[in-house]
């Protein structure tokens, strides 16, 4: 992931190094500039004057079972037609992670029901680490 520094803090985290960074960074012909950031899936990083923030990740579909992932599914989605939706939408994107789904999972429930490891074992690694927001 490109970090995306302010002026002010690029200035303070090299100042050490680097009196006025910012200034340096701007001016360098060597320095690639973006004036827009975009997530635009299975696009190049960098499109024209725009930062594409989508990372391809390094998971790739393959044959075989799941019973871990499959009881927490159970548990977390116990109507068969809620849990196969999810389980579509997840092989969705494990097979074409460079399509952007036009919907959102929403998993609502009380503490302790699982939601959060359902992102952290089954979401993070299907979609990478930055294409996700909380």
Not at 30 to 41: G, T
Not at 58 to 66: I, Q, T, V, W, Y
Not at 81 to 100: I, T
């Amino acid at each position: 992931m490109i970090p995306s520094l302010s002026r002010r803090s690029l200035d303070g985290a090299y100042a050490h190094q680097l009196p006025k960074a910012s200034s340096q960074l701007l001016a360098s012909k060597h320095a690639r500039k973006v004036f827009q950031a975009d997530y635009l899936p299975g696009s190049p990083r960098f499109i024209d004057e725009r930062l594409n923030t989508w990372s391809p990740t390094k998971l790739r579909p393959a044959e075989g079972s799941a019973p871990n992932i499959e009881a927490l599914l159970s548990h977390v989605f116990p109507r068969e037609v809620e849990r196969a939706h999810v389980l579509d939408m997840l092989s969705f994107h494990v097979r074409q992670p460079a399509v952007k789904l036009k919907h959102a999972l929403m998993i609502r429930g009380p503490q302790g029901s699982g939601k959060n490891t359902i992102f952290e074992v089954i979401l993070r690694p299907i979609l990478g680490t930055t294409n996700l927001r909380i």
